[in-house]
T-cell receptor, first 118, second 111 residues
Framework: GAVVSQHPSWVICKSGTSVKIECRSL??????MFWYRQFPKQSLMLMAT?????????EQGVEKDKFLINHASLTLSTLTVTSAHPEDSSFYIC??????????????FGQGTRLTVV | RKEVEQDPGPFNVPEGATVAFNCTYS??????FFWYRQDCRKEPKLLMS???SGNEDGRFTAQLNRASQYISLLIRDSKLSDSATYLC????????????FGKGTRLSVIA
C-alpha cells in the first residue's frame, strides 16, 4: 500500500524554539495533505489542509502564523511550529489521499510526531 | 454537536466475545465512511471502508444507515490483539477532502 513517511517521530524542544516536521508521500503524488493534532485521549483534530503550490487552509482556531505549512512539491509538506510553548505539546500527524480521488479512497498516515515542549 | 460521535467506551470484554460499536455523523453530505484502528501512540490504520450495502471482512462487519446517519462495527470472536481504539471516520467526498474523526472507542480484550 501507499506509504507516507513523517519525520521526526519524536522531538523535545525548549520553549520558544521552532520545530519543523516533514511529511513525504513515498510512492504516490499528493496534491493535498492534511495536518492533524491529537491531545491525550482526544480525537484527531484537523489543523490545516496543505495544498501543493498554494497557501494552506487553516481550521478555525488554528493560528497560521504559529503553524507554518509549506507544500513545495507533490510529495512533501512541512509543518513548522514556531515559538513553541508547553501547550503545543501534542501528537502531530500528517495524512494524504491519492490525488486520483476515487470514492472511498483511504487516507494514508505518517507515523506521527510526538512533540514535547519543555 | 460534534460532526462524528461515538460510544464513549471503554469496552472491556473477554476473549471470544462479540462487541459492537456505534457511531453517528451529523453532516448529511458525507460520502465516504471508514473504521480506523489506532494503537497507543501510533498512527491510525484503516480497518475497513463502510459501504451502504454493509460489508464484512473476516470477523469484522460494518454497517451504514444513511437515513439515520449511523455507522456500526461488529467484532466477532474477539482476540487479545483486537485491543485498540476504534475510530469512526467520515469525509464529504473523495480525494482532496479531509477525514473527520470521532473521538474513538477504546476496546480492551481480556484473557
Amino acid at each position: 500500500g501507499a506509504v507516507v513517511s513523517q519525520h521526526p517521530s519524536w522531538v523535545i524542544c525548549k520553549s520558544g524554539t521552532s520545530v519543523k516536521i516533514e511529511c513525504r508521500s513515498l510512492d504516490f503524488q499528493a496534491t493535498t495533505m492534511f495536518w492533524y493534532r491529537q491531545f491525550p485521549k482526544q480525537s484527531l483534530m484537523l489543523m490545516a489542509t496543505s495544498n501543493e503550490g498554494s497557501k494552506a487552509t487553516y481550521e478555525q482556531g488554528v493560528e497560521k502564523d504559529k503553524f507554518l505549512i509549506n507544500h513545495a512539491s507533490l510529495t512533501l509538506s512541512t509543518l513548522t511550529v514556531t515559538s513553541a510553548h508547553p501547550e503545543d505539546s501534542s501528537f502531530y500527524i500528517c495524512s494524504a489521499r491519492d490525488r486520483l480521488g476515487r470514492l472511498n479512497t483511504e487516507a494514508f498516515f505518517g507515523q506521527g510526531t510526538r512533540l514535547t515542549v519543555v | 454537536r460534534k460532526e462524528v460521535e461515538q460510544d464513549p467506551g471503554p469496552f472491556n470484554v473477554p476473549e471470544g466475545a462479540t462487541v459492537a460499536f456505534n457511531c453517528t455523523y451529523s453532516n448529511s453530505a458525507s460520502q465516504s465512511f471508514f473504521w480506523y484502528r489506532q494503537d497507543c501512540r501510533k498512527e491510525p490504520k484503516l480497518l475497513m471502508s463502510v459501504y451502504s450495502s454493509g460489508n464484512e471482512d473476516g470477523r469484522f462487519t460494518a454497517q451504514l444507515n444513511r437515513a439515520s446517519q449511523y455507522i456500526s462495527l461488529l467484532i466477532r470472536d474477539s482476540k487479545l490483539s483486537d485491543s485498540a481504539t476504534y475510530l469512526c471516520v467520515v469525509s464529504r467526498a473523495s480525494g482532496n477532502t479531509p477525514l473527520v474523526f470521532g473521538k474513538g472507542t477504546r476496546l480492551s480484550v481480556i484473557a
